[in-house]
């Protein structure tokens, strides 16, 4: 395992993506997340909007590359971000989770 | 309150009572049954004018309105904040809406539509006679042990509370979405802030005063 997936955790080997069941408005670069089922609102701020917009089920690790490039801060601190953001939107209903097929 | 489209039909739930509409080109039709529990034509009513209002582009606010130089003012906030404490305290105004206001664009601007239901507190000022005027500001109410005075908001932080101030009827993320996007063109074409007052505050000047630079008719 590279070292942003022990960092990531058991969620390096994740699906993760926005959940269908959300919907979202970037505006002044902050996203609000609207999970319908629960209504509830969640107005994210800049690095969790670029999370957020990058969660179409790329792995994390490319998603901490990403954030690691355009915010000017180490991989150990993406990765932490990166993995505490993902378990809140878990928490809160804004993604859905499924494990990757194992590569063989 | 829930409703949901599907196509040009709309069914509409509450506790007491539903309604099945039905849009056609330029009107709409509907048939609806109704309990007999007090407030159950309020809520129905709400329901009614939430699908109808998201169709044109609209929502309904949960929201006190003072009619005020011919346009209304809503005060938004969740339950206790305010909203109708700050309607009573505009002395030189007619309370326009007690709970809940159908709000639909229209042409450069918004429109205004008071909507029964919410508490009966009796309210000793004069009442509007009209039930459709123009929406010139909206503001976000909290009571505050300082002066009173209006502070300006982000756009974002107005499109949440606006947002949070929807009586939400879908659960379908499409119109979730479009919800948003009107209420993100209200959050443009209307002026809106918060506003900061306590019991006894003068709200004619501060308001007066935020008009000037807000762009409040």
């Not at chain 2, 938004?76 to 305290?89: F, H």
């Amino acid at each position: 395992m590279t070292h942003v997936g022990e960092l990531l955790g058991e969620w390096s080997s994740c699906d993760v993506r926005q959940s269908e069941r959300t919907a979202s408005r970037v505006i002044e670069g902050k996203a609000m997340v609207i999970t319908v089922d629960q209504n509830e609102l969640h107005v994210l701020n800049g690095v969790g909007t670029r999370v957020w917009q990058l969660l179409d089920g790329r792995e994390l690790g490319a998603i901490v590359d990403t954030i690691v490039s355009e915010f000017e801060v180490d991989t150990e601190r993406a990765a932490g971000d990166v993995r505490r953001f993902v378990e809140q939107l878990f928490a809160v209903g804004a993604v859905q989770v499924k494990a990757r097929a194992s590569v063989p | 309150v829930r409703w949901s489209w599907q196509g040009a039909e709309c069914r509409v739930e509450t506790p007491s009572g539903r309604a099945v509409l039905a849009q056609h080109a330029r009107a709409a039709s509907g048939n609806a049954e109704l309990g007999s529990v007090p407030g159950s034509l309020e809520a129905l009513l709400t329901g009614v004018a939430a699908a109808l209002s998201y169709r044109r582009g609209g929502a309904v606010l949960h929201a006190a309105g003072v009619e005020l130089e011919g346009g209304v003012v809503a005060f938004i906030g969740p339950s206790g904040a305010g909203k109708s404490t700050a309607a009573r305290q505009l002395a030189s105004a007619r309370l326009f809406a007690v709970d809940r206001m159908a709000l639909e664009p229209r042409g450069a601007g918004w429109l205004a539509c008071s909507l029964p239901g919410g508490t009966s507190e009796p309210h000793d000022g004069v009442r509007s006679t009209e039930l459709v005027l123009p929406l010139c500001a909206v503001l976000r109410v909290r009571q505050s042990p300082r002066g009173a005075e209006v502070v300006a908001v982000s756009r974002g932080k107005a499109l949440a509370l606006l947002r949070a101030a929807v009586f939400q009827g879908t659960r379908d993320p499409a119109d979730e979405a479009r919800l948003l996007e009107s209420l993100e063109s209200l959050a443009s074409s209307v002026p809106l802030g918060e506003l900061h007052f306590g019991l006894g505050s003068e709200l004619e000047p501060v308001l007066a005063a935020w008009s000037s630079w807000s762009g409040v008719r």
